[in-house]
C-alpha cells in the first residue's frame, strides 16, 4: 500500500493513537454488556438482556462495519484492471 509516494508496510501502520482510542471505546463497550448483566433479576430480565445484546452487538458491529475496510471488492477489482 502507498500513502504520498511512501510504502506503507500494513495498512495500520502510523495509526496507533486512532487505533488504540477505537480499541479502548469498543472494550468498554463490550465490558459495559457484561455489567449490565450484573442488574438481570426473575422480575427485571428483558432490560438487562436487551441492552446487553445491544452493547455487545456494537462493538462487534462497529469495528466490522463502520471501521472495517471502506472500500468495496468491485472498486477493488476495478483499480486492478
Known amino acids: 500500500m502507498y500513502s504520498n509516494g511512501k510504502n506503507k508496510a500494513y495498512s495500520g ?9 477505537a480499541f ?3 472494550f ?3 465490558v459495559a454488556s457484561f455489567f ?7 422480575e427485571n430480565a428483558w432490560i438487562p438482556g436487551l441492552l446487553c445484546l445491544l452493547l ?6 462497529i469495528p466490522q462495519h463502520v ?3 471502506s472500500r ?3 472498486e477493488l477489482t476495478e483499480t486492478r484492471k
Open 28 to 30: 468498554a463497550l463490550l
Open 56 to 61: 455487545a452487538g456494537l462493538a462487534f458491529a
Open 72 to 74: 468495496s471488492t468491485k
Open 36 to 42: 449490565v448483566l450484573s442488574w438481570w433479576t426473575f
Open 67 to 69: 471501521l472495517g475496510r
Open 13 to 21: 501502520q502510523g495509526n496507533f493513537v486512532g487505533n488504540f482510542v
Open 24 to 26: 479502548l471505546v469498543m
